[in-house]
Antibody, heavy 114, light 112 residues
Framework: EVQLVESGGGLVQPGGSLRLSCAVS????????MSWVRQAPGKGPECVAN????????YYVDSVKGRFTISRDNAKNSLYLQMNSLRAEDTALYYC???????WGQGTTVTVSS | DVVMTQSPLSLPVTVGQPASISCRSS???????????FNWLQQRPGQSPRRLIY???NRDSGVPDRFSGSGSGTDFTLKISRVEAEDVGVYYC?????????FGQGTKLEIK
């Protein structure tokens, strides 16, 4: 069974940092682009970052460039999102998704508040 | 960024009746590899989004055949031939051709 399980969310103060993880199973992780997608309360989804199969290419939405870093460890079947300089507007449910968003995790909640 | 515009934003439907959602992109979605990376997703209340249709008209595994996708260029449509109670939720169109990948505003389907 294909599974994506996110973790690492929580409550953080503005300016703080969090590292999200996504543990993958049920498919050959190293063969797929992967994404982080977030959904603010009551809003639609937003693609935040994308990473190529081997990690050699990454893409970010403008609002997180310079603050977020997507990475992966194919040996550990894991995807990561390092989030620095967090802002209130980063508050959202963060999902990892497989290439084309055909598979989603259940999400991990990030709340940025003082 | 490619802007995705859906209509209607609210869709009350009687069980057993058909439903249709439109999505227009601000630019063509044909990728340089010849594919059109346009998807439809469903988000039931309290659940993660689920992809229903990929590359315009291909149903994902396990998606009932009452769901169908069509379109080309900048205009796309999701049709539900006969709405069932389990179809309640928000439907999003999404393009994966150009970065950043972008979503429509969502169409909330409810049962009359």
């Amino acid at each position: 069974e294909v599974q994506l399980v996110e973790s690492g969310g929580g409550l953080v103060q503005p300016g703080g940092s969090l590292r999200l993880s996504c543990a993958v199973s049920g498919f050959t992780f190293s063969r797929y682009w992967m994404s982080w997608v977030r959904q603010a309360p009551g809003k639609g989804p937003e693609c935040v970052a994308n990473i190529k199969e081997d990690g050699s290419q990454t893409y970010y939405v403008d609002s997180v460039k310079g603050r977020f870093t997507i990475s992966r460890d194919n040996a550990k079947n894991s995807l990561y999102l390092q989030m620095n300089s967090l802002r209130a507007e980063d508050t959202a449910l963060y999902y990892c998704g497989r290439s084309g968003l055909g598979v989603w995790g259940q999400g991990t909640t990030v709340t940025v508040s003082s | 960024d490619v802007v995705m515009t859906q209509s209607p934003l609210s869709l009350p439907v009687t069980v057993g009746q058909p439903a249709s959602i439109s999505c227009r992109s601000s630019q063509g979605l044909v990728h340089s590899d010849g594919n059109t990376y346009f998807n439809w997703l469903q988000q039931r209340p309290g659940q993660s989004p689920r992809r229903l249709i990929y590359k315009v008209s291909n149903r994902d595994s396990g998606v009932p055949d009452r769901f169908s996708g069509s379109g080309s260029g900048t205009d796309f449509t999701l049709k539900i031939s006969r709405v069932e109670a389990e179809d309640v939720g928000v439907y999003y169109c999404m393009q994966g051709t150009d970065w950043p990948h972008t979503f429509g505003q969502g169409t909330k389907l409810e049962i009359k």
